[in-house]
């Protein structure tokens, strides 16, 4: 203990240290002491060694200062208590009675509890860093798939635009092609005029030359004939602009239409499954049964069950589509709220979160409901009706009822967003109009 307190005492002052300053010799003093030191001494001595200190600034040693805590120094000889409340020693003959109702233990114990508090603290901050790395991780996968989705979509950008340039293109050659053919018209019809007129001219010009030589050889015979009317142009004989340029534009645009569909559904591929596969339009959902590694896990993505939604959510009007499930065995379509369990496995965490109807092999379902269904349609549409809260289903090829869900009151208020299921069997979904999916659950 006196080695520990000579260790804590100042040279300059004797007394424990007090604010502490260390020096490059490793010599430490209280930074009152060596600062009236140097105020003496220009030349900035260590006051111990005498070697000339190169430090501008004197910062406080906080190790030093927490350990002269624990000593007092009027009771240099007792061991100090610590108090709990207070993190920080105090002297068990002078300082014990200013820490009324606080708690107290001895030096060992204290030490004990820091020891298990900081170890506490350190394997929480572990823990932290751990999931941070995780997190960051997770942060890294799925920038690198955003590069790779925004590869994707500027290769899909790209061919779509190349396909208009080049339909654009043609159009151009369309329009210049009917521009020479009106052409064509116009030089066909002026022609015959031109080499008329042309005849007449040279039958003109005789008959002037026939009369000034009458005039100079004093013969005179003249024409019995008539002055003939003024020639004048006739109609018809310029380019017919309005038949060339005339809804130019619309009718082009009419044209690009059979080139280009409307999809007023597109689906999330962000909420997909991934065991299912989308098309490059976002129109067509089916099931790989291979699992793709590279997508991330994100909140958005259904990780149970193969799953996907629309990418637009709705609360009012009402909303028709088409979707052709062909033979495939399993499918379910409906709607789901947006606050629709995605990480669950259990099927009844999503009976209150969806609508719908679900086909297992011929046999239809509403959730765990049997439906009778005649015929199992090729194509289904769905129609959903905030005006009288109705979700239905009807053979789309035929036009026949299906069936029909009450909209549950209060969804008006929140999104209903299109929701797929696709089972296995290599099945392809091909959304034709609007779609919001409805609930199936596999029984």
Not at 32 to 59: F, G, I, N, Y
Not at 67 to 80: A, E, I
Not at 283 to 310: H, M, Q
Not at 346 to 369: F, I, Q, R
Request: a neutral charge; glycine letters at 4%.
């Amino acid at each position: 203990r006196s080695s520990f307190e000579s260790y804590l005492t100042c040279s300059v002052c004797l007394d424990i240290l007090t604010e502490p300053v260390s020096l490059s010799c490793h010599h430490s003093f209280c930074k009152r002491c060596l600062t009236e030191h140097w105020a003496r001494q220009p030349s900035r001595p260590c006051p111990v060694c005498r070697r000339t200190s190169s430090k501008e600034d004197l910062d406080v040693n906080f190790a030093l200062k927490e350990l002269s805590w624990s000593v007092c120094p009027s009771h240099p000889q007792v061991l100090p208590l610590f108090c709990l409340d207070d993190s920080r020693p105090l002297c068990p003959l002078c300082e014990f009675s200013l820490h009324p109702q606080h708690r107290v233990v001895s030096g060992e114990e204290a030490q004990r509890r820091l020891k298990e508090l900081i170890s506490s603290q350190l394997q929480a901050l572990t823990e932290e860093k751990h999931q941070c790395e995780e997190l960051q991780q997770s942060y890294e996968e799925i920038q690198l798939y955003a590069e790779k989705q925004a590869g994707d979509c500027e290769r899909h950008i790209r061919a779509g635009f190349s396909r208009l340039h080049q339909f654009l293109q043609e159009e151009e050659q369309r329009a210049l092609s009917a521009l020479r053919e009106e052409q064509l018209r116009q030089k066909k019809n002026i022609s015959p005029e031109l080499e008329k007129l042309r005849e007449k001219l040279s039958s003109v010009d005789k008959i002037i030359q026939e009369l000034q030589q009458q005039l100079e050889t004093h013969t005179y015979r003249p024409r019995q004939e008539s002055t003939p009317p003024r020639p004048r142009p006739k109609a018809g004989l310029l380019l017919d602009q309005a038949k060339v340029l005339g809804n130019l534009g619309f009718r082009v645009w009419t044209r690009m239409r059979r080139l280009v569909t409307y999809q007023p559904v597109v689906l999330d591929p962000n909420t997909a499954y991934p065991k299912l596969s989308l098309s490059d339009d976002l129109s067509t959902v089916r099931n790989t049964e291979t699992l793709n590694k590279e997508l991330p896990e994100v909140p958005e993505r259904f990780s149970k069950y193969p799953i996907v939604l629309g990418s637009v959510g709705y609360s009012s009007g009402t909303h028709q589509w088409d979707v052709e499930v062909g033979d495939h065995p399993y499918w379910g379509l409906g709607v789901a709220k947006e606050s629709i369990e995605r990480k669950e496995k259990s099927p009844v965490s999503l009976v209150n979160e969806l609508l719908g109807l679900g086909n297992t092999e011929g046999k239809y379902y509403d959730g765990s409901k049997p439906v009778k269904v005649k015929k199992s349609p090729e194509k289904i549409r769905v129609k959903l009706d905030f005006n009288t809260g109705t979700l239905s289903f009807s053979d789309a090829d035929h036009m026949t009822p299906l069936y029909s869900l009450t909209v549950p009151k209060g969804t008006s208020t929140n999104k209903l967003f299109p929701l797929f299921f696709m089972g296995p069997a290599d099945l392809t979904l091909q959304i034709h109009r609007f779609h919001l999916l409805q609930h199936w659950m596999d029984t």
